[in-house]
């Protein structure tokens, strides 16, 4: 089975860029027809999807943070990194990566992904 783990900073200051990596083990980033995911959880509110990278490395992203947010990928390393500029206190939240076979709404739930990893805390402060 997949596993995925989320890596990164718990702390970054405002107007900075928010930079975090999933690592995946027990399967390709790269096998048909998979899209790896960046999902976000403030604190009292439901998830939000932010944006993938697909198995051929087309991105996605959810319009309302495309502006701000890059989704990149090494294969060598089979790791995809999410990269949100222009933080704010706002962005304070749980971040995790997952995987699904489609792409969720801006509003997911847990079962339109196969695997979660177990989320990073990251907190925007001075």
């Known amino acids: 089975q997949v596993q995925l783990q989320e890596s990164g900073p718990g702390l970054v200051k405002p107007s900075q860029t928010l930079s975090l990596t999933c690592t995946v083990s027990?399967?390709?980033?790269?096998?048909?027809?998979?899209?790896w995911s960046w999902i976000r959880q403030p604190p009292g509110k439901g998830l939000e999807w932010m944006g993938a990278i697909a198995y051929s490395g087309s991105t996605y992203y959810s319009p309302s943070l495309k502006s701000r947010t890059s989704i990149s990928r090494d294969t060598s390393k089979n790791q995809f990194t999410l990269q949100l500029s222009s933080v704010t206190p706002e962005d304070t939240a749980v971040y995790y990566c997952?995987?699904?076979?489609?792409?969720?709404?801006?509003?997911?739930?847990?079962?339109?992904?196969?695997?979660w990893g177990q989320g990073t805390q990251v907190t925007v402060s001075s």
């Open positions: 027990g399967g390709s980033i790269t096998t048909n027809y998979y899209y």
């Open positions: 997952a995987v699904g076979e489609l792409l969720p709404s801006k509003y997911p739930e847990r079962g339109d992904f196969g695997s």
